[in-house]
């Protein structure tokens, strides 16, 4: 493997998803160790987040982005990071549902109850969200306590695994997303969703958090034309 050529500029994102058994062993990780972007002492999720930031290393313009994007975060001293995935409620309903209306009326509890184990000042902490839907991400913005200091990044078009290749604005707004969510203090994700389970393997956090949610189809009502 060139490591060299993998850190280059651009990396192709498609949803080609592996099984775990050729990405995941022995063989693999030697090859890190051996190439010195690994220590022998690290441990699997070492390794795992390792693969992911040589899989998914972002392109100069995000790299830059997700720069200015984490100085936002660090204005103040804990940060707090979610994902919430709809599906029903998303911007283009996706005929299946995850956090549901219901479910979304319990986050502000979740994200104070983190809150709390990280300080007791609620003016020290901001909140970073990413969703695939702006009902609920004002619903947030609402309700969420006015001492913290919200932030949403709006400079790209949200995506969706869809199984076909996403533009690279999709593609640039999800890894903003990763890299800004799993460098925040604490970590609240959405059980089922892959970008959700990555930012999660992403983050070093000790304080982490997953929204339960049961997963249902839906029927999506037709827009008239």
């Not at 599906?87 to 502000?108: R, W, Y």
């Not at 199984?163 to 890894?175: F, H, N, P, S, Y």
């Not at 460098?183 to 929204?211: E, H, N, P, Y």
Request: neutral net charge; hydrophobic residues 35%; aromatic residues 4%.
């Amino acid at each position: 493997m060139d490591f060299a050529a993998a850190l280059q500029e651009n990396t192709t994102l498609r949803d080609a998803r592996l099984p775990l058994k050729y990405v995941y062993n022995d063989q693999n990780r030697e090859i890190l160790i051996r190439n010195g972007v690994m220590r022998e002492e690290e441990s699997w999720s070492d390794y795992q987040r390792k693969i992911y930031q040589l899989l998914l290393r972002p392109n100069r313009r995000i790299r830059e982005e997700i720069n200015q994007m984490r100085s936002a975060v660090h204005q103040r001293s804990v940060s707090i990071g979610a994902h919430i995935r709809t599906g029903l409620l998303a911007n283009h309903c996706e005929g299946i549902s995850m956090v549901d209306q219901e479910t979304l009326e319990t986050i502000p509890n979740r994200i104070e109850n983190m809150r709390s184990l990280l300080t007791n000042n609620t003016k020290d902490v901001s909140v970073y969200l990413s969703s695939d839907s702006d009902t609920a991400l004002s619903y947030l913005r609402e309700q969420l306590n006015p001492d913290y200091l919200i932030i949403v990044a709006s400079n790209h078009t949200r995506g969706r695994t869809t199984g076909k290749q996403i533009t690279e604005d999709k593609v640039g707004g999800a890894l903003l997303d990763l890299f800004v969510l799993s460098d925040c203090d604490a970590l609240l994700t959405t059980r089922g969703s892959g970008f959700s389970a990555i930012a999660g393997d992403l983050s070093k956090s000790s304080v982490k958090q997953v929204i339960p949610v049961t997963r249902g189809e839906v029927k999506c009502e037709r827009k008239r034309p």
